[in-house]
């Protein structure tokens, strides 16, 4: 399986960011030593002309040229630098080349990405640019180009936090469908309507978010009955954990393991290709977040190696 990182282009934070910039080496050193059965890639960057499928162009110059104001910045949550601009760009260049190579292998994760507050004109909540929305779209357009056919996409995003910035993106287009399961009291606090919208309350466990879980993966497939999507982008966020500093939910490793192959389970029963994503996980003990992510991946090569023996059987 193959897996995309940019943490070698670190962004420099100040002395008590609580942005835990050092989880995604530690992930990749993790996957490195645990599963050889992933092939790590380092991110190209996206072009302009790739961001701006979905980012006014005025933006995308202003990340760029460094002309973010102070407010754009601090709605960041990153000073801006040009390594700054140099990981946005590789942030999305993982999804991106991810999604290219799990339509042709069935499974591809990009070990950051899930930049799911970045809005079509501004960044939001350590987000600068939307990697998903982005590969979304580029998918599309390389389908259509290539097949003369649509390309369906959906989202299922299960970062504890909203994916507004996804969702406003995609408010008024039947061909993405956004689900996203989160925390009904957490940031953002002032949401965007996605297609599927599911609030849990603060201190939600294993086993009634498993269940909602289950609800909104059902009514995901309800509203596919008629033309299943043909890419799905899952964002397997570590912030439900209960350790994480900003999740207020309290599920435990096993209950996100327990999510992860359900999601996957059900993707591959439907062959749908899926894109991994890690998006949010800030653990009071980072080594914990870097072990709920481990396991995304463990899930992820699973799948994969699933997907590869369907393809030699024929199936």
Request: net charge neutral; glycine share 8%.
């Amino acid at each position: 399986m193959r897996a995309f990182y940019a943490d070698t282009f670190v962004l420099p934070v100040p002395a008590g960011h609580r942005f835990p910039m050092t989880k995604y080496r530690l992930l990749r050193d993790a996957v490195a030593a645990e599963l050889p059965g992933v092939r790590l890639e380092v991110a190209p960057p996206a072009s302009d002309g790739e961001l701006a499928l979905v980012h006014t162009p005025t933006y995308v110059n202003a990340v760029a040229e460094g002309l973010l104001s102070p407010a754009q910045q601090r709605e960041i949550g990153f000073p801006w630098s040009e390594r700054m601009v140099d990981r946005a760009r590789r942030s999305v260049g993982a999804t991106i080349t991810a999604a290219r190579v799990a339509l042709a292998e069935g499974v591809a994760a990009n070990l950051a990405g899930g930049t799911h507050h970045a809005q079509a004109d501004k960044g939001s909540g350590y987000c600068v640019f939307n990697d998903v929305a982005v590969a979304a779209r580029l998918m599309q357009a390389e389908w259509h180009r290539q097949h003369r056919a649509l390309l369906r996409v959906a989202v299922i995003d299960l970062d504890v936090h909203q994916g507004n910035g996804t969702a406003a993106i995609f408010r008024d287009d039947p061909t993405v469908f956004t689900l996203s399961l989160h925390g009904a009291k957490n940031f953002p606090f002032r949401k965007e309507a996605s297609d599927l919208d599911v609030e849990l309350p603060d201190g939600c466990t294993d086993a009634p978010y498993l269940q909602a879980l289950d609800t909104a993966l059902a009514e995901l497939w309800l509203r596919h009955a008629g033309a299943l999507p043909g890419l799905v982008f899952y964002l397997a966020g570590a912030d439900p954990h209960e350790g994480d500093r900003l999740g207020r939910l309290k599920l435990t490793a096993q209950g996100l393991a327990e999510r992860d192959r359900r999601v996957f389970a059900a993707l591959r029963e439907r062959r749908i290709p899926a894109v991994m994503a890690m998006a949010g996980g800030y653990g009071r003990v980072i080594e914990d977040t870097v072990a709920v992510q481990l396991a995304s991946f463990h899930a992820a090569l699973a799948s994969w190696q699933a997907w590869q023996s369907m393809e030699q059987c024929g199936a």
